[in-house]
């Protein structure tokens, strides 16, 4: 029934303040009611009263026809007090300044929105240089080198799909797809080199997978016995000295990067 009426007033605030209204109300009304009682000389009436009346009011002040009176007067307070501040301020001998004030915080926010675009842009060059050097693939730990190489191959073009991603990846980290290939990746985060182990495990989950080629890629080398191991196979054991140098010189879905 009161709907409407609600749905049109200020939402914030409105309940608690036609409470205060219905408490300050209340507390009025009990100030009489013992004379209107004809107990004016009883004192512990006048408490009673007094703690009651503040409380029986803020309820009153919630159900109809007292709330449509609670919420009219918060209403017309509240639309007085948002209306003076406002003549007030334009009315203001320095309100001119005001203005020019915002202004200028608007042009220094927009100085240093672009002061972060361009530290930005600083930042993302600083760190494509860097991925451009074997010692920083070289300083990261496994997952993140797994992370990067993700997003080299998605740069250079290739199909990624980040199987490694959540844990147990089945012996494959990465999975791409160049020229019609399927290939699976398994990246090897190492200060040693490595040995024939590794290979020997990739070639399994290859015939496994029934994928057209393996890439097992290092940040170090790898002993004769892995490579003896890969030879005559479709596995391409790259170190990231490999990897980059191919990856920078043609686009590598076009054709792949050459066999070691």
């Not at 799909?161 to 985060?189: E, H, P």
């Not at 496994?208 to 892995?226: M, N, V």
Request: glycine share 12%; net charge positive; charged share 20%.
């Amino acid at each position: 029934m009161f709907g409407g009426f609600a749905s049109s007033l200020p939402r914030e605030d409105t309940w608690g303040t036609v409470a205060i209204i219905g408490a300050v109300m209340g507390f009025l009304l009990s100030l009489f009611v013992p004379s209107w009682a004809g107990r004016s000389g009883d004192i512990g009436f006048w408490v009673c009263c007094l703690i009651a009346g503040p409380f029986v009011g803020s309820l009153l002040f919630f159900a109809p026809p007292f709330s449509i009176v609670g919420m009219t007067l918060e209403y017309a307070f509240r639309r007085i007090r948002h209306r003076q501040p406002q003549q007030l301020t334009r009315n203001h001998p320095r309100f001119p300044n005001y203005l020019r004030y915002q202004e200028a915080c608007r042009a220094h926010s927009e100085r240093l929105a672009e002061v972060s675009r361009v530290e930005r842009q600083k930042e993302m060059a600083r760190q494509q240089q860097l991925r451009q050097t074997v010692a920083w693939w070289k300083s990261l730990d496994g997952k993140s080198f797994e992370r990067e190489l993700v997003g080299l191959f998605k740069n250079r073009g290739f199909e990624v799909d980040w199987t490694g991603r959540y844990g147990w990846d089945g012996g494959v980290d990465i999975l791409l797809k160049a020229n019609g290939k399927n290939i699976i990746v398994q990246r090897k985060a190492h200060k040693d080199y490595i040995g024939p182990g590794p290979v020997r495990d990739l070639y399994g989950t290859l015939m496994h997978k029934k994928a057209d080629e393996a890439w097992l890629i290092t940040t170090s080398g790898f002993y004769g016995g892995a490579a003896s191991f890969a030879y005559g196979k479709p596995i391409r054991l790259l170190t990231i000295e490999n990897v980059l140098a191919e990856l920078g010189l043609e686009d590598p879905p076009a054709r792949g990067p050459h066999g070691t």
